[in-house]
């Protein structure tokens, strides 16, 4: 078990806070830039799981982006495929006018950012179901939009993507691709990090668990929903642009009422309110599919072949984690450290969850 | 003029009349209790404080300012910090985040500089973190300071709660029956912490509370109400030996 004894209060603020981070998380980052060149050595046919991981960065990106919303600041979004939409769309239009990524790529994740800053003005006084609601419903619009408005989107037809370009070198092979998304990743986990270890994250927080006290400690809470809904928004048009290249082909089902469930499914999965979830969320959905694929040759034929299985599947997966870890996989992952690093102290009672106080009830 | 003066503060819910025509005044330094029976607006007077109600009729002043026409947001950077009566924390941070969210009132950089973090962000998170160590040194936190408050014993969670009030840094704070649901033992710790808060870091102290051993021990003055009306004021010994006082509380 590692102690760690602390000299400074810098030593809480820093995103390194002991050298076992900086250990792991160098060695992650060395693996990550070794794999692509692994996975494509020719001596393996593995080169397939290069487009897998740059798939799970992109899910990763967009599961940060609802974190923001729904595992920090508590407000459940079951549209975020939307913003995924604005994204991808704005990406493509604006590369189809001839307008280089770099810009076109911040363009996506601005505009979708000011749409996400709009849809908190109407929704700013709903809270639970009644916004998830609202959600879903502003995630039909945006999907009739994209129907009708054809000039821009290319409606029913679809929407082909180019591959990115920067600098005016176009990335055509998945490796190239991979370390794009690599990069945004990397960045925006930094962001979010960062957002989440200064006041404006602390309010977020604080308006998740109790809005009445937050506003008295001098919380603005319509501006720091609007913030929530904006950064979300911001990261998941970011994650979008770069979904738009990896699918090569935007068509209004890749952005579907499914979509948006499959990225909710993403961060309660892998365990709300922390970077981690996200990531994990998106190994667990990128690589849901991979397994299926894998392991469908040793079912028996009526199962294998049953239509729905993947989204059957996902919904056993949510109600087991619900069930029986509503922490998610970060949640079960800390107590295996946990267990390994007290051993052999480990005690179940640990991480259960003492009952809740009243809370004030003449207030709501 | 008075540091806090209430006048003729009223509030209806429909045709009830929770609040009806209260009036007093807080002196700086001060600890100024209100009493009285269940249901007789004490909470509400809190709430329409902290503005979490507007006032029907009526004003609050303080140091010359007309709080009703603040937004409720904003009383806490005036200097106004509150608890609760059945304690409000942020169930799912630590004792620490929930003291560095009382520091809100005091931050002062802008959303993109805390999406970079940059140095003036840092000099800010150690200002805060400095601030809110002083208050956990002051009321004995040191053990809880990493802890989620779920797994927080109710005692310990009334003195977060108390903590995060005073990284407000605040020239009032209003305590909600500070000592409900606390041992004997935690309610005297209370009493001292009150009267430390209010000698040593001259905090005016607005307090409602039903226990009158706590309201002996540290009230300099005692305001009675009953069904949203003035009953009596005066020192503790005084209001609890007026006669509508004890025909309030113990029935004609």
Redesign the interface.
Known sequence: MRVVFKTHYNQDIKLAKHSGYVFWYTGLIIAMIAAPFALNSGATDAGWLVDELSLIMIYAVAGLGLMVLTGYTGMVSLGHAAFLAIGAYTNGFLMEQGVSFLVSFFVAGALSGIIGLLLAIPTMRMTGIYLSIATIAFAVIVESIIIHWSSVTGGNRGMPINAPDLFGYELWDPVEFYFLCLVVLILIVLLVANLMRSSTGRALVALRDSEVSAQSMGINIPYYKAVAFGLSAMITGFAGALYAHKITFLSVESFNFIESVRLLLMVVVGGLGSIHGAIFGAIFIGLLPVFLSLVRDYLPAGIANAPGLEPGLFGIILMLFILFEPMGIYGRWLKIKLYFSIFPLYRKATFKRQKTYLKTERLH | MAFFAVDNLAIHFGGIKAVDGVSFQVNEGEVFTIIGPNGAGK??IF?MI?R?YDPSEGAIVFEGRELTEV???????MGI??T??????????TV??NL??????H?K?S?LA????LPS??Q???R???AA?KVIDFLDLQPYRNQMI??LP?GV?KNVELA?ALC?EPKILLLDEPASGLTVEETRDMGFWIDDIRRDFGITVIMVEHNMGLVNQVSDRVLAINNGRFLAEGTAAEVQAHPDVQKAYLGA
């Not at chain 2, 937004?71 to 950077?77: I, T």
């Not at chain 2, 609760?84 to 941070?93: S, W, Y």
């Not at chain 2, 560095?100 to 009132?105: I, K, N, S």
Request: glycine fraction near 4%; aromatic fraction near 8%.
């Open positions: 909470s509400t709430n902290s979490i937004p409720a947001h904003k009383v806490a950077g910090a509150r609760f009566q059945n304690i409000e924390l942020f169930e799912r941070a620490l985040q560095l969210v009382g520091r809100h009132a931050r950089t959303l805390e999406l970079l973090f962000v840092r800010q998170e150690l805060h973190r400095e160590e779920t797994n109710y969670r995060r407000i």
